[in-house]
């Protein structure tokens, strides 16, 4: 592209040092951030020019979804935005042709890894952070897939270990975790057919009432309207079992993240699945868990959720296999089982995905 146009594609930015022609999106965390190829919700893809002085007046925009036209527009100078809309979730490329102001053609841009899909959030606590799957230290976390391993990346290269908010204190020889993100990626892209993206949304030791108050953050509420995700995965429970909270506390307080995702991100209930949370080997916890069942499954119907997976009663045979030593947080194997769970309760609920 010359220097007399430059082009903005969505949220999107260019990464030359990790693929000359793709498109990237970079997202701010806790520390550091994470690129990875463009995804968006919306099926609209907005183009913005910006013409310097020079002799390029207009440019041609030719939409592609996995090599086949779609649409073209034109940019110009007196209309520098344009818009493609009624997008069928998939893979796109955008060619952008600047023209002369005598109507020839000076050069062509390709933007390639242009996804149309589905972005979920994970909520939750150490589980949904990661303990204790796969772990990794970066130093340097401006995260990219090309800093992990093949196998803990997902296929289509959107979903790699986030950096962990609270492993500095609970484990600090790592500050990335992989949890099941990635394996669900691969899962729901296959069920699918179109682009996915997870976002790690975990932070170890809260409880629903403390989730409540991280929603409030200027950074969790810039991300999550960065990312515009279309369904949201809840997975809270063990750290109000373990303070002894009252289920009906724990339930208004998920209620009340319900409230918050349908008023600030236009959420609608049924794109909100609460798992119920996984099983506590702890002394006196199952108990209590079982309670906070039933409870769950009252708000789900109240409200119009959709059910998530049932933790409890999937882990609360063979810890050995799905936990180790620890009495609650599942071990690599568990983390592939939590994976499939979500798959499962995922697509039961949106067999066709949920691009806005």
Not at 62 to 78: C, D, H, I, M
Not at 110 to 130: C, H, N, P, W
Not at 140 to 166: C, E, I, M, W, Y
Not at 255 to 268: E, I, Q, W
Request: a negative charge; hydrophobic letters at 40%; charged letters at 20%.
């Amino acid at each position: 592209m010359s220097e007399a146009l430059t082009v903005e594609v969505g949220s999107g930015t260019r990464r030359p040092d990790l693929d000359e022609r793709a498109l990237f999106l970079t997202v701010a965390d806790t520390q550091g951030s994470y690129t990875i190829p463009y995804i968006q919700s919306s099926r609209v893809l907005t183009v913005r020019g910006r013409f310097a002085s020079g002799q390029v007046d207009r440019a041609v925009l030719s939409l592609r979804r996995e090599g086949v036209p779609v649409a073209e527009k034109t940019l110009s100078r007196a209309a520098a935005t344009a818009e493609f809309g009624g997008l069928e979730p998939g893979e796109y490329s955008l060619t952008v042709r600047e023209t002369s102001n005598e109507g020839g053609s000076l050069s062509t841009t390709e933007f390639t890894r242009l996804g149309v899909g589905t972005v979920l959030a994970a909520l939750g606590d150490s589980i949904t952070e990661g303990y204790h799957g796969e772990g990794f230290w970066r130093d340097d976390l401006h995260l990219t897939g090309r800093d992990f391993p093949p196998a803990v990346v997902s296929k289509d290269g959107r979903n790699f270990p986030q950096f962990a908010p609270t492993t500095h204190v609970h484990k600090p020889t790592v500050n990335c975790f992989q949890s099941w993100m990635t394996r669900l990626n691969d899962l729901l892209s296959e069920s699918w057919r179109h682009p996915v993206f997870l976002a790690n949304e975990g932070w170890g030791g809260i409880t629903a009432g403390g989730y409540l108050s991280w929603m409030d953050s200027d950074e969790w509420q810039k991300r999550m309207r960065l990312l515009h995700p279309q369904l949201w995965l809840i997975h809270l429970g063990v750290n109000d079992e373990r303070a002894r909270l009252p289920g009906s506390t724990v339930a208004n307080n998920l209620s009340t993240m319900v409230d918050r995702l349908v008023k600030d991100f236009g959420a609608s209930p049924a794109r909100v699945l609460l798992a119920k949370p996984c099983y506590d080997y702890a002394p006196g916890a199952a108990t209590i868990l079982k309670a906070y069942c039933t409870d769950l499954d009252y708000l789900i119907a109240r409200r119009g959720l959709s059910h998530g997976p049932d933790f409890f009663e999937a882990y609360s045979t063979d810890k050995e296999r799905w936990y180790g030593v620890d009495p609650v947080h599942p071990n690599v194997v568990g983390m592939e089982r939590m994976a499939e769970l979500w798959h499962r309760a995922v697509v039961a609920a949106f067999p066709r995905g949920a691009a806005a």
